[in-house]
């Protein structure tokens, strides 16, 4: 006669799914190992992108805040089909850490998601620190080489942190750019950013107070945490090409709306029109959606080299997806 736990366990089911976990030092070495064929997977989806719209089917993505207290949770889902032999299914649940009662130093947590294409299962789940520092740097760059890059610019960053140093990493390995002036508020993270670059042949990381990386940039990207706007037309003048990726938060901002006069504004989603400084602009009136530009339909597009070209991205579930998909393929 079956017992009880035998009769249980065959009307119940019970079995677990198969699903790796990839850590955060897994995700940092395959970006590292494989980040040319990184962007040039990237680089292949936003062409097939550009030209067939439909591939990619991504909501808004949700964001949710506590009453009393700093930051928020969002949820990002994002299926893409038509690009890999197979859909594409991921969602990405992440929180802005500011309170940093547990988890400390990581203003990213959470988890992102890699769907089975057929059956529906979670089989990747991926520590989404280095992983969402990495893909938002990937995408400013992407936007520099389609929309305004030329070879030797010296190129200017504002804020040592993950996405400035993922960024110089793409910048050089990528598109050969060597030349790069750092700043930062933390003196100490400074001198690691210059000592993290120094096996790179040919590469020149020279540390500059914030007014002197404005006037020597012609490319300028920007990934901080500030509270106040710090770049605006004045500070900027030379500069051809402007990245902004840390103002993705309602309390949050980068750039001075006086910034976009006589650019062209370009971001990866109009959605982000109502997110950081881009809402804030529109909520006051000084930004109409309609003279914000879509990257996609500029990938492979002749460059206009006639304006100053801004470039605000905070985030989408598309470059989540892509990256999901890359690291579970690459990860041993």
């Known amino acids: 006669m079956n017992s009880p ?34 962007m040039n997977q990237l680089e292949r989806l936003y062409l097939l992108y550009k030209s067939k719209k439909s591939i990619v089917d991504y909501p808004r993505k949700n964001v949710f805040t506590t009453p009393g207290l700093k930051g928020d949770f969002r949820v990002m889902p994002c299926v893409i089909g038509g690009f890999d032999r197979s859909p594409i299914k991921a969602v990405k649940v992440i929180g802005t850490n500011e309170e940093q009662r547990t988890v400390k130093d990581k203003i990213s947590v959470g988890k992102a998601l890699l769907l089975h294409p057929k059956d529906n299962y979670v089989e990747g789940i991926f520590d989404v620190c280095a992983f969402s520092s990495f893909r938002t740097a990937a995408i400013s760059v992407l936007a520099l080489k389609h929309l305004t890059f030329e070879k030797n610019m010296s190129v ?55 007014n002197e990386t404005c006037r020597s940039a012609q490319a300028l990207f920007l990934a901080t945490d500030s509270r106040k706007a710090l770049v605006n037309a004045h500070n900027t003048q030379t500069v051809q090409f402007i990245s902004s990726v840390g103002a993705d938060a309602e309390n949050l901002s ?64 598309v470059q989540d997806a892509f990256s999901c998909r890359f690291l579970f393929k690459h990860i041993k």
């Open 5 to 38: 736990k035998t009769i249980e366990q065959k009307l119940l089911r019970l079995q677990d799914e198969p699903c790796k976990h990839f850590t955060e030092k897994q995700i940092h070495a395959a970006l590292m190992k494989h980040t040319k064929l990184y």
């Open 156 to 210: 200017g960053l504002i804020g040592a942190g993950r996405i400035g140093y993922y960024t110089a990493n793409l910048l050089y390995d990528w598109l050969g750019i060597k030349n790069f002036y750092v700043t930062d508020i933390n003196k100490n993270r400074m001198k690691l950013f210059k000592q993290a670059f120094r096996n790179k042949k040919g590469c020149h990381i020279q540390t500059m107070n914030f």
């Open 254 to 317: 980068e750039l001075h709306k006086n910034t976009i006069k006589g650019s062209r504004l370009v971001t990866d989603s109009l959605d982000n029109i109502y997110f950081g400084d881009m809402n804030r602009w529109r909520k006051a009136g000084a930004l109409k959606k309609n003279i914000v530009e879509e990257l996609r339909p500029l990938i492979g597009k002749k460059k206009k080299n006639n304006k100053k070209i801004i470039f605000i991205s905070t985030g989408t579930a």
